[in-house]
């Protein structure tokens, strides 16, 4: 979330600028885990990286998610173990080869990449640029 500096403040006061209420970048999608339809929200990035998942792995989003639920800590929600899900995935995916043909390793990648607003053609360049 962007920092604003606060007028008329003290030095070095600074505020989290807010965005409007009611609106959220999560996305609401329904999957059925162990026979049961549940609710879910994730980002759009997440629900990227989980459709590429299953293309990967020839498998279905509600197997994938059962899966996941069927290994989740006790304490952890779906959501919490989706996400850690999709960030170990690839993390395990990514060699030191794929990291260099996707252009990583430079800090001005880095301090780009959470500027960039996401766009479905997303997928189609993380697959251009697949690990595989």
Same mark, same amino acid.
């Given at each position: 979330?962007?920092?604003?500096?606060?007028?008329?403040?003290?030095p070095?006061a600074?505020?989290?600028?807010?965005?409007? @209420?009611?609106?959220? /970048?999560?996305v609401?999608r329904n999957?059925?885990?162990?026979?049961s339809r /549940?609710?879910?929200r994730?980002?759009p990035e997440?629900?990227?990286?989980? @459709?590429?998942?299953?293309?990967?792995?020839h498998?279905?989003?509600?197997?994938?998610? /059962?899966a996941?639920?069927?290994?989740?800590?006790?304490l952890?929600s779906?959501t919490?173990?989706? =996400?850690? *899900?999709v960030m @170990? *995935?690839f993390?395990?995916?990514?060699t030191e080869?794929?990291?260099a =043909?996707?252009?990583?390793?430079?800090?001005s990648?880095?301090i780009?990449?959470?500027?960039i607003?996401?766009e479905?053609?997303l997928?189609s360049?993380l697959t251009? /640029?697949?690990?595989?």
């Amino acid at each position: 979330m962007p920092i604003m500096i606060v007028p008329n403040a003290q030095p070095n006061a600074v505020r989290k600028a807010s965005k409007p @209420r009611g609106i959220s /970048t999560l996305v609401s999608r329904n999957i059925v885990v162990s026979g049961s339809r /549940t609710s879910v929200r994730l980002e759009p990035e997440m629900w990227d990286g989980l @459709r590429e998942i299953c293309q990967r792995e020839h498998s279905t989003l509600h197997a994938i998610c /059962t899966a996941i639920a069927a290994d989740k800590r006790d304490l952890s929600s779906l959501t919490a173990s989706i =996400r850690v *899900y999709v960030m @170990r *995935y690839f993390r395990l995916a990514a060699t030191e080869d794929g990291h260099a =043909r996707a252009g990583h390793g430079s800090v001005s990648n880095v301090i780009a990449l959470p500027r960039i607003r996401h766009e479905k053609p997303l997928v189609s360049k993380l697959t251009a /640029t697949s690990f595989s």
